[in-house]
């Protein structure tokens, strides 16, 4: 490439179709040949393909005489582009690529002997054949497959000789472009979408002009202002100036969020105070609510709770009594005021007595219609939407028949026809089966129609109603005439069944069903029956048990709520939650040692962990909601309130230990205290993921 001025010939590549150009990164030119960009498109001019240069040199010697003169002038003038080619050096086509020799001098040809046709259109085969000399002497024929772009290239632009008016192109890229997919919209690049706007301000040039007393000319001086400078102010006087404006400005400004913040924090007062008035006219309201509707429990008693709430108001009136009678009276007097009080305890038993007989009497018939309408109850289930689908079958159709004549049968003042209606309605309907029981009840029905047809007094038919009712609900009861009343009988049909859940009371010595002996966690053997407990602490100790079966229903229920497969919640019964309560929290909140019952719940100690007698606190409502938002108990509480709280969850342990039931739950939360404890004291190196 040095030397310029025997090169007639230059290398190009000219894999290309169509209307491709030569790339300018394939192209080899003289390193001072002057070149201009350019856009142009310009046609491929390709000569014939030689082996070896001295075959392109004999071909053209006779052409190379007429145009030695133009060759010479510009070889001198270094506008001849390519490089000195040895004799002996052949032309070498690889892979897809061949090379062609094109002589400069075609160019020239054109410009200086137009009249003479070169050969512009040229179509390349799909397949060429290649010499390739592989020895001196031995020559070696490489057929090639061209291949040829399926795609137009696009111009990326190039150069251009100003002499020969040669382009040469940038090379493109080879890999064809991925293609968008056509959505049938009509798309435009974000140039093209997009308005640039650029504001600059400009300020034209204004011309002004300045008259002054001159000979000729007089210009009044009256309305001039006399401008005198002013006091010099150095720079540290400037910067002390605006010291001192921004400490002022600074100042308003600080008062002015002091303003702000004290008007926020009596904000604040007020509604705190408003929400604690509000809180205490609640609890206030509460507690009376709660005081009204004992004093009502105990006026009219009518459950269970509600005659062993008035069991323990008579217990405690009685110690008090004892208690002052042997503080004030002694000898004779002192035996003879525990006679009087031995009697007025008799005379409330037997108030309380009669209260009981008459409440058995009313939950005794709210029972009966409860269960004849849970046996009138379609089948229900829910669906996969939710829906709940309700569906009546023959045994519920007969099974509401039924409720509804027992609960016309047992109303009472009502007129004399509709008692008749109702009386043969009943007689029609056990008439289909022929049977001892449903002859008792025709003649009774046709017994009272008779001494309802003489006038005889209402009064005078009770009795006989009752027998009418009585029966009747015999007659509801059997499986028999009834077959929906089979799964609700707490007694099976089959008397081989009853072997299998059927415990005996040592103490009223009945066989009973398993569901009626309470059996606490801590209990190896089958006690008492829940009748005779319930006699026993009616006549000895007279303690209630509906704050603890309280406490322990809404522990339940927020156990439930976790959704977390809680279990030994579920297996603690009221008399180990009353165990824990008294005995080992002392009746009363850990925080504020609220003493009332009635406002104290159990709720977890470590959230994360299900509820068990070692993971729990004794709280009021209100500490409970705020206990149960921390989400760091050792931040949150002092370690001496932490350390009393984990020894009475030893206390519990100790105690649950002893039953078999709660071992599996005790080594479960022992080896998770355990890992917790490790993961506390182990150091856990940097960048390793836990």
């Given at each position: ?17 169509g ?26 001019v390709t000569n014939e ?10 071909s ?11 060759l010479?002038e ?7 582009t ?15 690529n061949?090379e062609?020799i ?8 054109q ?20 010499r ?5 002497d031995?020559f ?14 696009p ?12 382009e ?6 080879q890999?064809?472009?991925?293609k ?18 650029k ?17 000729g000319?007089?210009?009044?001086n ?80 009518k ?6 709430l008035?069991y ?26 525990f ?50 689908t ?15 004549i ?23 309907t ?55 009343v089979?799964r ?11 072997y ?34 319930k ?12 704050k ?46 609220c003493?009332?019952?009635?406002d104290?719940?159990?709720v ?10 070692w ?19 050792q931040?949150a509480y ?53």
């Amino acid at each position: 490439m040095e030397d310029t001025s025997d090169s007639r010939f230059e290398v190009v590549t000219t894999e290309r179709s169509g209307a491709e150009q030569p790339s300018a990164s394939s192209e080899r030119r003289a390193p001072d040949a002057p070149f201009s960009a350019s856009s142009e498109s310009m046609s491929p001019v390709t000569n014939e393909n030689y082996s070896t240069l001295p075959e392109v040199r004999n071909s053209e010697r006779e052409e190379q005489t007429s145009q030695n003169s133009v060759l010479s002038e510009n070889t001198a003038s270094g506008t001849v582009t390519g490089s000195m080619i040895d004799d002996n050096e052949t032309l070498r086509r690889t892979k897809a690529n061949f090379e062609t020799i094109r002589s400069e001098k075609l160019c020239l040809d054109q410009e200086h002997f137009p009249g003479k046709t070169v050969q512009q259109d040229y179509h390349m085969p799909d397949v060429i054949t290649v010499r390739v000399q592989t020895d001196p002497d031995s020559f070696q024929d490489v057929v090639v497959k061209i291949e040829r772009p399926t795609y137009h290239k696009p111009f990326l632009g190039g150069f251009k000789n100003r002499i020969t008016g040669v382009e040469f192109h940038n090379a493109g890229s080879q890999t064809i472009p991925k293609k968008r997919p056509d959505k049938g919209i009509q798309l435009f690049c974000r140039e093209t979408q997009t308005v640039f706007e650029k504001n600059k301000p400009q300020q034209t040039k204004s011309t002004t002009s300045t008259q002054m007393t001159k000979i000729g000319l007089y210009v009044s001086n009256v309305t001039d202002k006399l401008v005198s400078p002013g006091k010099y102010l150095t720079a540290e006087e400037y910067h002390k100036r605006r010291l001192e404006a921004v400490i002022v400005l600074q100042t308003y400004f600080r008062r002015w969020c002091a303003i702000n913040v004290v008007q926020n924090l009596r904000e604040e007062k007020s509604l705190r105070l408003a929400w604690e008035a509000q809180e205490e006219l609640r609890r206030k309201k509460e507690k009376e609510g709660k005081l009204r509707r004992e004093h009502e429990r105990r006026l009219n008693p009518k459950t269970k709770e509600d005659f062993e709430l008035l069991y323990h108001a008579l217990e405690l009136w009685r110690q008090e009594e004892t208690e002052r009678i042997n503080r004030t009276l002694t000898g004779a007097e002192r035996k003879a005021a525990f006679c009087g009080l031995l009697d007025q305890e008799a005379q409330l038993i037997a108030s309380i007595g009669r209260h009981k007989l008459n409440a058995d009497e009313e939950n005794q018939q709210k029972a009966i219609l409860h269960f004849l309408d849970k046996c009138a109850q379609p089948k229900r289930w829910k669906a996969y939407d939710g829906k709940i689908t309700e569906m009546d079958t023959q045994y519920t159709l007969r099974a509401r028949e039924l409720f509804e004549i027992y609960r016309s049968v047992s109303m009472n003042d009502i007129p004399k026809d509709e008692r008749i209606d109702v009386l043969l309605t009943l007689r029609r309907t056990v008439k289909e089966h022929e049977y001892k029981l449903t002859r008792e009840i025709v003649e009774l029905i046709d017994r009272e129609v008779d001494l309802m047809s003489r006038e005889v007094k209402e009064c005078n038919l009770e009795g006989l109603r009752k027998r009418i009712c009585t029966l009747f609900l015999q007659y509801i009861k059997t499986p028999k005439f009834n077959p929906e009343v089979a799964r609700m009988l707490k007694v099976p049909p089959d008397p081989l069944k009853l072997y299998k859940n059927v415990n005996f009371c040592h103490s009223c010595e009945n066989y009973l069903p398993s569901t009626e002996f309470p059996v606490p966690a801590n209990s190896r053997t089958i006690g008492r029956c829940r009748l005779c407990g319930k006699l026993d602490n009616e006549a000895r100790r007279r303690e209630p048990s509906l704050k603890y079966k309280l406490i322990l229903e809404n522990l339940r229920k927020s156990e439930a709520d976790y959704q977390d497969d809680a279990k030994i919640v579920f297996l603690v019964q009221h008399q180990d939650l009353q165990y824990m309560i008294e005995n080992i929290w002392g009746c009363q909140s850990a925080l504020s040692a609220c003493s009332d019952l009635y406002d104290l719940v159990m709720v977890r100690w470590n959230k994360q962990h299900e509820w068990s007698p070692w993971n729990t606190i004794l709280l009021t409502k209100d500490e409970a909601d705020a206990h149960l938002k921390l989400c760091n108990l050792q931040k949150a509480y002092e370690a001496a309130f932490i350390h009393r709280i984990k020894h009475k969850h030893i206390r519990a342990k100790n105690y649950f230990a002893q039953i078999p039931a709660m071992t599996s739950f005790l080594h479960r939360s022992d080896n998770q205290a355990n890992a917790n404890e490790f993961l506390i004291a182990t150091p856990i190196p940097t960048g390793t993921k836990t």
